[in-house]
C-alpha cells in the first residue's frame, strides 16, 4: 500500500527552464511533507518541507506547493540548474498516539540538460 | 556530530547467511528509523523506534528481518538467512521527535546477497 506516490520516475529539463516534481498521497492524517534529494552513493538531504496550514513555501530556487484537496504536492525549481540533477523524494509526516511516522515515494529521477 | 552513521557501506555476502547493518543516530536525536531503497517502492519504511521502542514494524518484509535498538547510540537490522532479493541500500535516519522537523540519514549500506 503506496501512501505517497510519485507517479513520474524521471523527468528531463533544460537548464535554465522550470522543473516540476508532482507528489500525490492517500492518507488524510499527513500534516508535514518534505521533498529530500539525493545524489548516487549518498543518503538523502533534506530540501523544503511544508506544513498542512500552508498552501506554499518557498526558499530560494525551490517552492513546494500544496493542495490538501487534492492530496497533491508538487515542487518547483527554477532557474534549473545542471546541480539540481538527483534523485528527488517525496515523503509525508503524521502522528498517531504520540508517535511519528515518516513516509516516502518512490522517487523522480531529474535531469538537467545543458 | 558526525551525522548518522551507518556500517559497513557495502556488504557483499552469501545467500542463506546472516547479515547485520549497524547505525549510530545523531545525538539527541528519539526517533530512528530504517528504511530501504528499491527501484519499485523508493524509499521503503522497515521499522523505526522511539526512545529505543520499536513503534512499528509493519514494513519489515519477513520474519527473516530484525531490528534492535539496545540503547540510544546503536541500532541493528539484522536478516537471516539471506537472499538474493535482499539486495538493495538500506538507510538509516534519525530525528528530533517534534512535530514539523525533519529526519537526517546515513549514507546507507549497499547489500549484494550473491
Known amino acids: 500500500d503506496q501512501q505517497v506516490k510519485q507517479n513520474s520516475p524521471s523527468l528531463s529539463v533544460q537548464e535554465g527552464r522550470i522543473s516540476i516534481l508532482n507528489c500525490d498521497y492517500t492518507?488524510?492524517?499527513?500534516?508535514?511533507f518534505l521533498w529530500y534529494k539525493k545524489y548516487p552513493a549518498e543518503g538523502p538531504t533534506f530540501l523544503i518541507s511544508?506544513?498542512?496550514?500552508?498552501d506554499k513555501n518557498e526558499d530560494g530556487r525551490f517552492t513546494v506547493f500544496l493542495n490538501k484537496s487534492a492530496k497533491h504536492l508538487s515542487l518547483h525549481i527554477v532557474p534549473s540548474q545542471p546541480g539540481d540533477s538527483a534523485v528527488y523524494f517525496c515523503?509525508?509526516?503524521?502522528?498517531?498516539?504520540?508517535?511519528?511516522?515518516?513516509?516516502f515515494g518512490q522517487g523522480t529521477r531529474l535531469t538537467i540538460n545543458p | 556530530d558526525a551525522g548518522v552513521i551507518q556500517s559497513p557501506r557495502h556488504e557483499v555476502t552469501e545467500m542463506g547467511q546472516e547479515v547485520t547493518l549497524r547505525c549510530k543516530p545523531i545525538?539527541?536525536?528519539?526517533?530512528l528509523f530504517w528504511y530501504r531503497q528499491t527501484m519499485m517502492r523508493g524509499l521503503e519504511l522497515l521499522i523505526y523506534?522511539?526512545?529505543?521502542?520499536?513503534?512499528?514494524d509493519s514494513g519489515m518484509p519477513e520474519d527473516r528481518f530484525s531490528a534492535k535498538m539496545p540503547n540510544a547510540s546503536f541500532s541493528t537490522l539484522k536478516i537471516q538467512p539471506s537472499e538474493p532479493r535482499d539486495s538493495a541500500v538500506y538507510f538509516c535516519?534519525?530525528?528530533?521527535?517534534?512535530?514539523?522537523?525533519?529526519?537526517?540519514f546515513g549514507q546507507g549500506t549497499r547489500l549484494t546477497v550473491v
Open positions: 535516519a534519525s530525528s528530533f521527535g517534534l512535530r514539523d522537523t525533519e529526519a537526517f
Open positions: 492518507n488524510s492524517m499527513f500534516d508535514y
Open positions: 511544508i506544513s498542512s496550514i500552508k
Open positions: 515523503a509525508a509526516q503524521s502522528w498517531f498516539q504520540g508517535a511519528q511516522k515518516l513516509v
Open positions: 545525538s539527541g536525536h528519539d526517533y
Open positions: 523506534f522511539n526512545n529505543n521502542v520499536p513503534i512499528d
